[in-house]
């Protein structure tokens, strides 16, 4: 495996909705119209699948039919790490209060669903304890959930490739079993029968597209598994043979494993605010302070598809999914609209070429070569009785180490202005 960290920088994902309230990602070819739906998030207090949806997003290429994602479907309810802050979501999709505050999320994605180009809806979760046929303890039983492939009927009752709903689902069992980390973790069907035994999976997301002749399934890995990279693990196991058996061509960026998998969910991407400032938020400490914006209208991006922002009083809290990542305080100014997109500047001895968003990577010292229309403000380095600290020679020594980003303390933040204007940020890594 090599290159993981730099992979997500590739996919900028704009903060506000794709479709209506929902974000959906299409990676898609001309040459079919066969598309599989992934959707993760419905419940916010299960991380396995909506973190598998956005894996598909971030690290998947597709050659050939379509891939559709939703990583997060429920994306308030994943910030708070909760099932349903507004009651279970998965049980609105029969009837739904005109003042549900789902109301709108259900809709879309429901219009997502009737697109005539999904050809199969696969819903993610992660449930309780593992499936069994027999009663076999507290856990393992025909009551859990975790570890199956949840149908609501045998078939379709049309002509359609993906209609045999059940055969299809064995195939995926016994495809994942022959690839289980432990032997317990073995996969089944269950079959709710939801027309004849299940009143509440008549309310569901999959038996909604079943009863609109889309074929659908969930896949729920289980919550007793003990890490968060086992049930991901499980999630594009399944996900993948889907895809082979709609043969939908892809490239995955990572050998499938649960190591592999560990690492790239430690890496939360980028985030960048106004294109004119990119923070690495991986390592990064808990507070960030006096970061330069806008007062109002500031633009969020993140690489991380389940990036989110939550504003509490003045602070801009940042989410990768339901883990809180950092806290931004921010400090207001006007931004400049005419500033240099590139600056000189001196790493190591060598002169180099800067962009003004970018990031620099030192072994001993930098400089910023002075430019007369601009200020430079090293945070956490002091020139004394300087403002501009362009043409001075830095090194990691020379840092308050509060104020560094990175929980190491070796990156720091480089800020330009021209006149009382903020222009751009960039990061200095000492190695």
């Not at 949806?53 to 708070?80: E, F, G």
Request: hydrophobic content about 35%; charged content about 25%; glycine content about 4%.
């Amino acid at each position: 495996m090599k290159n993981i960290s730099l992979k997500l920088s590739l996919f900028l994902i704009l903060l506000s909705p794709l479709f209506g309230e929902i974000q959906l990602i299409k990676k898609e070819n001309s040459d079919s119209n066969t598309t599989l739906l992934v959707i993760g998030g419905i419940h916010g207090d299960e991380p396995g699948g909506y973190f598998a949806a956005s894996l598909l997003t971030t690290h998947y290429k597709i050659n050939s039919n379509n891939l559709w994602v939703v990583p997060n479907l429920n994306k308030d309810s994943i910030i708070k790490d909760n099932r349903g802050i507004n009651g279970d979501m998965n049980r609105k999709f029969s009837i739904i209060e005109q003042h549900d505050k789902d109301m709108q999320t259900v809709e879309d994605i429901k219009e997502i669903i009737l697109q005539n180009k999904v050809s199969l809806v696969l819903n993610l979760h992660d449930g309780n304890g593992f499936y069994r046929k027999t009663n076999k303890g507290n856990i393992f039983n025909p009551n859990a959930w975790g570890q199956t492939c949840v149908i609501d009927q045998c078939s379709l009752n049309i002509d359609q490739p993906f209609g045999n709903l059940n055969k299809i689902a064995l195939d995926i069992k016994e495809a994942i079993n022959k690839k289980l980390i432990e032997e317990h973790h073995t996969f089944d069907v269950k079959n709710t029968n939801t027309k004849f035994e299940d009143e509440a999976m008549k309310l569901s997301l999959t038996y909604f597209a079943v009863t609109n002749n889309k074929p659908a399934f969930a896949i729920e890995s289980s919550k007793n598994l003990p890490s968060l990279s086992q049930k991901v693990f499980y999630h594009l196991l399944a996900i993948e043979e889907f895809m082979n058996i709609m043969n939908i061509s892809f490239k995955r960026e990572f050998e499938l494993n649960e190591k592999n998998i560990d690492e790239i969910l430690k890496d939360n991407g980028t985030l960048s605010i106004n294109n004119n400032i990119s923070i690495n938020l991986t390592n990064i400490k808990k507070t960030l302070s006096f970061i330069p914006i806008k007062s109002e209208n500031n633009k969020f991006k993140f690489s991380n598809t389940l990036g989110n922002i939550v504003k509490e009083g003045q602070n801009f809290v940042v989410y990768i999914g339901n883990k809180m990542i950092t806290t931004l305080s921010p400090q207001y100014f006007k931004i400049g609209d005419s500033c240099k997109e590139e600056f000189e500047a001196v790493v190591d001895g060598e002169r180099i070429s800067l962009k003004s968003v970018s990031n620099i990577f030192v072994n001993d010292n930098f400089k910023i070569i002075k430019d007369d229309e601009y200020r430079v403000n090293i945070i956490g380095y002091k020139a004394v009785g300087q403002i501009d600290e362009s043409d001075i020679n830095v090194s990691l020594k020379d840092f308050d180490k509060r104020f560094s980003i990175d929980a190491d303390e070796k990156v720091y933040r480089i800020e330009f202005y021209k006149n009382s204007e903020f222009c751009s940020m960039s990061e200095v890594h000492f190695r």
